[in-house]
């Protein structure tokens, strides 16, 4: 401790400013080195074999947009649009049931009952996955519980399919939902409410004109959230359905395991770089979104 | 106002129905089967089934070293931000928000193909033996540095969210000014201050590791999901047992997390 005071004492100003500035660097710097390499050299490979294609004859690699070209046709088309449709439609759904259902624990006046809401949403929110899968397929798959004791099988309902994948993905898109369009709802302040209300607007007109225009953008953004979100899920679809439904995380999935052709790994980078591209999109909506939603917040 | 709360109640019960039935219907699932009646077998099998205990301790042996890893790089990084780097906040928060963009699978692919690189152009140096020693099934290593990057966004809200509500710069110069250095001020004024924070950013990152299942799969390990998954195609009773309680340990776990640190909305957040 005395030697820190003597070089306080000694070095005013300058060396103070250096030694804060220092740690500042320092500290950001593992971190930044650390991404380059766990995320950057995974980033550049697939950059990197998404355009090249190696001759199996010569063994010699070359540049090429083949390998993309390729993605972009027949069964890989197929699993993109696949993709994105299901992503499409339970983002949709899950937006349009979430909303309501944070309206009704936003307004209610139970404390307990909205934080226990907003707890289960966030362990649902993040409970995708395998047991979800299993869950779904205990309860409605083909000996599933409520499949054998409401005679569904009879019905024509099948869990491994387009609307089952829905149905099952909505169970973590609504919580996201939720989790997201919350902080707006508390945003809407009961005096624009009553301020409507003095000047004669009915509930309808009060939507309408005051509240959905300033929940927009935060809709949107959980909009395309949810998006992102469905579009990027493996491990649901892939403990489900197997291959029954066309999707791209499968097809990709399938290539790097060589399941299909030899050689077809290089295509699984290039859907790979694909699906960045969608999910790059996707933030690109979604993140100036949020900052405008934010300024209703503050 | 009465048919308000009946519209309330009715998008409330509905809800609770979509999501508890499935829960239920597993439980009935696991201890309702057909032609043995009532039986509690798949929950007493758990623990003596081939795999269940070293996959659970793959898995949480990688949560531990991942955590451990992802704090170490965070928390000096975000802290620093507040205190003297403000010009490389953009920066970490790009960051810190490219995991989001780069689904699982594709960052897997990538991964995969790095990894390949290790026998094609490295099997006469010594970096091979890295690349052996860190795909070691008993504890791939290879798995952490992975996890740590899909952490990164949650890790990242969970931190920032905490350091909002502390004065970093006020904290850290009391600190110094009674003469503590630059760890001391860190461990004993800034990190006591965060422990809401810390145990949010473990936790989403404990479950996220928990449950991962794409980069461990394609990759050929055995974590808890994995295992979880091979293990339904020969005892669906069990798998679905296994999902049960795992799920129920992580509800526990927010639980007892959001009545320590009072913090349920932080940490729904992440």
Redesign the interface.
Known sequence: ?TA??TRADAAPVASSKRR?????????L???V??A???G??????L??AFTVKDPASGTTSYTTENLTTSLQGAYLTALLGSVKLSAVSAALGALLGL??A???V??RFPA?R?A???????????????LA???????GN????T?HLGLADTGWDLYSFWGLVLVY??FL?PLMV?TITPALDGLRTQWREAAQNNGATAVQYWRHVALPVLLPSLLGGLVLLF?SA??A??TA??MVGSSVPLV?LQ??DA??GNVLVGQ?NV??AL??D??LV??LV?AVY?PLQRRSARWLA | MARLNLWRWGVLGLAGLYFLVPMAASVVFTVDVPGQGITFDAYTRIFSTDGFVSSLLLSLGLAAATIAIVLLLMVPAMVALRLGAPRLRPVVEVVCSLPLVVPPIAFVAGIGTVLKWGPEHLSRTPLFQTFVAIQNPDFPFVLVPAYVVMALPFVYRALDAGLRAVDVPTLVEAARSCGAGWPQALVRAVLPNLRGALLNASFLTLALVLGEFTVAQLLGFQPFAVWIVNVSGSQAQLSVAVSVLSLLVTWVLLLALAGAGGRTRTASRG
């Open positions: 401790m820190a005071l804060r500035r220092a740690p500042g660097w320092l500290a950001v593992p971190l930044l650390f991404t390499v766990a995320f050299l995974p980033a550049v490979a697939i990197n074999g309501p259902l309206q009704a624990v307004t209610s009952l934080e809401v907003l707890t289960a949403s966030g362990v649902l929110a993040n409970f995708g996955g395998v047991p299993f869950a779904f397929v205990a309860t409605l000996a599933g519980v409520l054998r909505l169970y609504i989790l992102g579009f990027a493996y491990a892939a403990a995380t990709i999935a790097i395991s790994e699984a980078l790979s770089l699906m960045v999910a790059g933030m993140l």
